[in-house]
């Protein structure tokens, strides 16, 4: 969960390591990190939240003084998650927020809360890659593990453990594309998933084969065979399949030809 300098309801000591697990410690990301938010707005949530917590996500409006803008950067990012309970019900408060006139300043007005399903992980991942540009919950990969199981796709650490000269197959989030001048058409490739990094070497004439699967897809299979040089395993590409429509809406990076 996405937190800023001060959205949690009261402030607490950090749990013992021995009290270490779901509820900390914790990774806390800087409201800069949230794409929408106006540094102005930021200021002011900072200096509303030294004077006391806030109680709800009505109060963080009110007192910081935040418009729309800034109220859905937040919600969509999963800032407001501790205050409202979870993304959709951030939404749905921000909609009901209203700018008070100066005699009702500091009011607060009761209403019940429709009952909304909370996102899954997965719309919550992606969220979070829209708003943020990374996510603190599990690795898009690994919600897809299952079915790339079903494919019999390996991880990044299956193959980096595959003996050389031994076919291997895997499949991760293409992150990187280069095609050195001395390299006469090879295109090297790096995939990601939950469990690293997988280098693949793509030959020139499977490249013009399947140039389109090369070039265009963001979540890639690879069917090849192991290289290994002492530590150094790359992935010699066979055949290249694109799954990127597994990753449904997920905005993907990849860092290609520079």
Not at 52 to 70: E, G, S, T, Y
Not at 76 to 83: C, I, P, R
Request: with cysteine.
């Amino acid at each position: 969960m996405l937190c800023g300098s001060g959205f949690s309801r009261t402030p607490s000591a950090p749990p013992p390591p021995e009290h270490w697990g779901t509820h900390g410690p914790a990774l806390r990301l800087g409201l800069r990190m949230v794409s929408g938010l106006t540094e102005a707005g930021a200021q002011r949530i900072e200096a509303a939240r030294r004077v006391r917590p806030f109680a709800d996500v009505a109060d963080l409006a009110h007192r910081a003084k935040l418009d729309r803008r800034d109220l859905g950067a937040l919600a969509d990012a999963g800032a407001l998650a501790s205050l409202a309970g979870h993304r959709h019900a951030a939404v749905w408060d921000v909609a009901g927020v209203e700018k008070l006139p100066a005699l009702l300043d500091g009011s607060r007005f009761d209403e019940s809360a429709p009952l909304l399903a909370e996102p899954t992980e997965g719309e919550d991942v992606v969220a979070d890659y829209r708003r943020i540009g990374l996510t603190l919950r599990r690795h898009p990969v690994a919600i897809l593990r299952d079915e790339l199981a079903k494919r019999r796709l390996s991880t990044a650490t299956d193959v980096a453990r595959t003996p050389h000269g031994r076919l291997a197959r895997t499949a991760g989030i293409v992150t990187g594309r280069q095609r050195p001048d001395t390299a006469s058409g090879v295109v090297f490739v790096t995939l990601e998933d939950e469990t690293g990094s997988t280098n693949v070497i793509v030959w020139r004439d499977l490249g013009e084969r399947q140039r389109r699967e090369l070039l265009g897809s963001r979540l890639l299979a690879v069917y090849g065979k192991v290289e290994r040089e002492g530590d150094v395993v790359h992935l010699i590409a066979g055949r290249l399949v694109d799954l990127t429509p597994l990753l449904g809406s997920l905005p993907t990076r990849s860092r290609d030809f520079h």
